[in-house]
């Protein structure tokens, strides 16, 4: 099975700051998403990382606030916009080489002060 | 729209006991993925199982064990004989097949169940 990393593991930040999530895959996957994990709460998709275009986002998520970017087919990048203590949560990437099975990273534990 | 339950947000067991994880889910489509994936207090979300919705055999591995039944829209998950490293946050979740505009791949979480396997 493919190693998906993340950096950073986690981070603590300040409020009005950004920070750049990477999620590394060591294998060619068709498909990378986005998620959110809020303290004591189930997981909510935040985005799709399309290859070579603009990201499909949920309701709820914007481009301005969470831009990501996949510049290839093992790489992709979420960033966390002027944050706000509300945006402490883990992060996760996922990936898949079908239609149905994901495959997660380790997740970005992030805390904004 | 799909909807995933898991109606049991804390679970404490002992260990040896068997535990049964109850999953109940919402869908109107009738090809569909079911999930299981296990995250451990390090927070890594790991793969258990998957389903589709055309197999209703019910499946086990080692110490798991997994029961389909679409009379009920049930896809429960039991352990037998616990053990402390089963203690972890266990997600139900499901994933609509089709060629509707992109949401094909969407992962629908429940809200997850705690478990807590005591020595």
New interface residues.
């Given amino acids: 099975s493919a190693v998906i990393s993340q950096k950073p593991s986690r981070d603590i930040c300040q409020r009005g700051t950004s920070l750049t999530i990477q999620c590394q895959v060591d294998s060619q996957v068709t498909?990378m998403?986005w998620y959110r994990q809020q303290p004591g709460?189930?997981?909510?998709?935040i985005a799709?990382a399309n290859q070579g275009s603009e990201a499909?986002y949920?309701s709820g998520f914007v481009i301005d606030k969470f831009p990501i970017s996949r510049p290839n087919l093992t790489f992709s990048t979420l960033t966390v916009s002027n944050m706000s203590p509300e945006d402490s949560s883990?992060y996760?990437c996922?990936v898949?080489w079908s239609?149905?099975?994901?495959?997660?990273?380790?997740?970005t534990?992030l805390t904004v002060l | 729209a799909q909807k995933v339950t898991q109606a049991q947000t804390e679970i404490s067991v002992v260990e040896k006991e068997d535990v049964t994880l109850d999953c109940v889910y919402e869908t109107r489509d009738t090809t569909y993925?079911l999930?299981w994936?296990k995250q451990p207090p390090?927070?890594?979300?790991?793969?258990l199982i998957?389903r589709?919705s055309f197999d209703e055999q019910n499946e086990i591995s080692g110490r798991y064990s997994w029961n389909f039944q679409k009379s009920t829209s049930s896809f429960n998950f039991t352990i037998t004989a616990s053990q402390v490293v089963d203690s972890a946050v266990y997600?139900c979740a499901l994933?609509e097949?089709g060629g509707r505009g992109?949401s094909?791949?969407?992962?629908t979480?429940?809200?997850?169940t705690l478990l807590t396997v005591n020595p």
């Fill in positions: 498909m998403f709460q189930s997981l909510t998709l799709t499909t949920e883990i996760l996922s898949s239609t149905d099975t994901q495959y997660f990273g380790p997740g534990r | 993925y999930f994936y390090s927070g890594e979300l790991v793969f998957r589709n997600f994933s097949a992109g094909n791949y969407k992962l979480f429940g809200k997850g």
